[in-house]
């Protein structure tokens, strides 16, 4: 547009009819462009402060230029207002609220304000452009989308869509990949943010779905809802773990995805650059997945510890390093599968750890309870593990073991809680010496020993453990409380408590606070 003087009327719309097919917008959005560029150049002309309209007919192309002023009762800019009486001789029967429409010759564009006026005719067409795409893309995400590859820029790929421009980064890339301009591309829509400026559509090729995505596209049973992706985990471009469960059971969900002769697996690892793929059958029952997520290794035993979300898989001593994978790469893979946190011990391992805590217990009996070592063993061998325990149990289940009877349950139980009262007793003076409060005694979930541990760290008054967060609590480096095994949940249930007390005294001033309104009315 390098004067819109020379433009006659048809040829005004003729070319915002061109910018509408080209840029895919409403023709409108164009012509309300124009009419703000005019607007524009026309205040620079008759003064910034006059509220100058420009119209363009959208039949006939033809631009009307307009002063507008304000009837009101007092004039506080005479540029956009006047008073009634003022008014009266240009409109009869002028009103406060009316608006007076002085017409106002067409202008002609110089250089400067026909440059200045395309200015803003762009940047209207540019933000009704990235207006449509975020539209057209805001309800496409986890959509696989193909692409050509329009240029490359400090390893981030941007990406022509047909309609609409998209970027993948270089860290949503895979490793050692490049693209070069005109390539084609395949990639994950994984985020559409409506930004002013810069990319709004967000592809990755290094996305956990994107795979999953490929999967549907290559295994019709997947596309079919026949078989589900339940999870994955992917360490991009190396190596990446994929569980499936099929709704038919006459379907084999692993068999499917692989296909006749690799086929199916091998169209999905050619799009990923050689991307090794395990594909395990997810099954409900957490243990049995987690023994086929950590696939090629064999898994001899399993525990689960729930509160902790927490799994111990006991492997035979021949198979630890192909359970753990290189760099640990098979069993972080198959922690993020399975959302558990997976410890990995060979069965000399466990047997020696079980041994160190069993050795431990049998101790510990002997000295809290002054008992020989026959008696320490068999209750650390039928599961006791703290003398709490012991005096806890009912007499008649201790005088069950193979070797006890009745009076020797009974005194192990009175040896029990002798020692137990004993322990408490040196605690809370330990504790009052230390000068921990009696509100944190107060407090459930803690113990003696919790409340000494506490004390023994700085934490004295209600306020001092309430600041606390969970994690300061149970953390495995430097947790005050790491030696009790309290769970995640049991440690926010103490700090939570804790901190009940601050709720109380708001309460009590918005309670203190209602009463004075209601005596002051």
């Known amino acids: 547009m390098e004067n819109a003087a020379s433009l006659n009327r048809l040829e005004l719309l003729q070319v915002a009819d061109a910018v509408a097919r080209e840029k895919v917008i409403d023709r409108d959005i164009v012509l309300e462009a124009m009419e703000e560029a005019i607007q524009k150049a026309a205040r620079a002309k008759y003064g910034h402060e006059n509220d100058i309209r420009a119209n363009i007919d959208r039949g006939t192309g033809e631009i009307r230029l307009a002063r507008i002023r304000e009837v009101v009762e007092e004039v506080e800019n005479e540029a956009t207002q006047i008073t009634v009486a003022d008014a009266q001789p240009e409109k009869e029967g002028a009103a406060v609220g009316d608006l007076l429409v002085d017409p106002l010759p067409p202008i002609d564009f110089g250089r400067i304000a026909a440059q200045t006026a395309k200015q803003v005719i762009v940047q209207k067409v540019r933000e009704a452009e990235?207006?449509?795409?975020?539209?057209?893309?805001?309800?496409?995400?986890?959509?696989?989308?193909?692409?050509?590859?329009?240029?490359?820029?400090?390893?981030?790929?941007?990406?022509?869509?047909?309609?609409?421009?998209?970027?993948?980064?270089?860290?949503?890339?895979?490793?050692?990949?490049?693209?070069?301009?005109?390539?084609?591309?395949?990639?994950?829509?994984?985020?559409?943010?409506?930004?002013?400026?810069?990319?709004?559509?967000?592809?990755?090729?290094?996305?956990?779905?994107?795979?999953?995505?490929?999967?549907?596209?290559?295994?019709?049973?997947?596309?079919?809802?026949?078989?589900?992706?339940?999870?994955?985990?992917?360490?991009?471009?190396?190596?990446?773990?994929?569980?499936?469960?099929?709704s038919d059971p006459s379907i084999d969900p692993v068999g499917a995805c692989v296909g006749m002769r690799g086929s199916r697996v091998q169209a999905v690892v050619n799009e990923l650059q050689g991307e090794k793929i395990d594909i395990i059958q997810w099954s409900p029952d957490q243990a049995s997945f987690i023994v086929n997520a950590l696939a090629p290794a064999e898994v001899a035993k399993v525990v689960l510890d729930e509160?902790?979300?927490?799994?111990?898989?006991?492997?035979?001593?021949?198979?630890?390093?192909?359970?753990?994978?290189?760099?640990?790469?098979?069993?972080?893979?198959?922690?993020?599968?399975?959302?558990?946190?997976?410890?990995?011990?060979?069965?000399?391992?466990?047997?020696?750890?079980?041994?160190?805590?069993?050795?431990?217990?049998?101790?510990?009996?002997?000295?809290?309870?002054?008992?020989?070592?026959?008696?320490?063993?068999?209750?650390?061998?039928?599961?006791?593990?703290?003398?709490?325990?012991?005096?806890?149990?009912?007499?008649?289940?201790?005088?069950?073991?193979?070797g006890f009877d009745e009076e020797i349950a009974a005194e192990l139980s009175n040896r029990a809680r002798e020692y137990v009262e004993q322990t408490n007793s040196e605690l809370e003076k330990k504790r009052q010496e230390m000068g921990v409060s009696d509100d944190i005694v107060n407090l459930q979930l803690l113990t003696p020993a919790m409340i000494v541990a506490l004390g023994e760290a700085g934490v004295k008054e209600l306020d001092d453990l309430a600041d606390l967060a969970g994690d300061e609590l149970i953390s495995p480096e430097d947790g005050i409380l790491r030696e009790f095994g309290l769970t995640a949940d049991e440690a926010n249930q103490i700090v939570m408590a804790a901190r009940a007390h601050w709720f109380e005294d708001e309460n009590a001033v918005v309670d203190e606070e209602a009463e004075e309104e209601i005596s002051a009315d």
């Open 130 to 246: 990235r207006e449509r795409q975020y539209q057209e893309y805001k309800d496409r995400v986890g959509e696989v989308v193909n692409g050509i590859v329009k240029r490359v820029e400090y390893g981030n790929v941007t990406v022509d869509l047909g309609k609409a421009d998209a970027v993948v980064r270089r860290d949503e890339m895979l490793p050692r990949e490049t693209f070069r301009q005109g390539d084609r591309i395949r990639a994950y829509i994984y985020d559409v943010r409506q930004e002013p400026r810069g990319p709004q559509i967000f592809l990755s090729r290094s996305h956990p779905q994107f795979m999953a995505k490929l999967f549907g596209q290559e295994v019709p049973e997947i596309y079919d809802g026949i078989i589900e992706v339940k999870a994955v985990a992917r360490d991009p471009g190396s190596r990446a773990k994929i569980a499936v469960l099929s």
């Open 307 to 402: 509160d902790a979300n927490r799994i111990e898989v006991v492997v035979p001593d021949d198979q630890l390093s192909l359970a753990i994978g290189r760099r640990g790469q098979n069993v972080r893979l198959a922690s993020q599968l399975s959302g558990w946190d997976i410890d990995i011990l060979t069965e000399e391992e466990e047997s020696n750890r079980r041994q160190a805590e069993f050795t431990e217990r049998t101790q510990n009996f002997m000295t809290a309870l002054d008992v020989d070592e026959t008696i320490a063993q068999l209750l650390a061998s039928e599961g006791f593990t703290s003398v709490e325990d012991v005096m806890y149990v009912d007499v008649s289940e201790i005088a069950e073991i193979e």
